[in-house]
């Protein structure tokens, strides 16, 4: 079993900041990346931030010069640092990683359960 748990969301005006925590858990091999996604109300759901475990972040344009992704990689875990927040950022946020399980070949995608983020005008 793998576990992503989320923590962090809730309520903000606009231009205010939030950071968002995610900790994975349970028999996990490898991580290869981890990072956020967005799902606003009718709207697919989208890429935010990824972070490679080797390599550079990758963000969406609507988060260069405002969110950044971190990692702490000794403990699985995941971190999302947004500022400058605008109402258009109201979605809920998932957590996301790709990663092996022991005793798997292959790399599989997890999913957090969601942290909803309101930023009011």
């Known amino acids: 079993q793998v576990q992503l748990v989320e923590s962090g969301g809730g309520l903000v005006q606009a231009g205010g900041s939030l950071r968002l925590s995610c900790a994975a858990s349970g028999n996990i091999d490898m991580i290869n990346s981890m990072g956020w996604y967005r799902q606003a109300p009718g709207s697919q759901r989208a890429l935010v931030a990824l972070m490679p475990t080797r390599g550079t972040p990758n963000y969406a344009d609507f988060a260069k010069g405002r969110f950044t992704v971190s990692r702490d990689n000794a403990r699985n875990m995941v971190y999302l640092q947004m500022n400058s927040l605008k109402p258009e950022d109201t979605a809920v946020y998932y957590c996301?990683?790709?990663?092996?399980?022991?005793?798997?070949?292959?790399?599989?995608?997890?999913w957090g359960q969601g942290a909803q983020v309101t930023v009011s005008s």
């Open positions: 996301n990683a790709f990663l092996r399980r022991m005793g798997w070949d292959t790399f599989n995608n997890y």
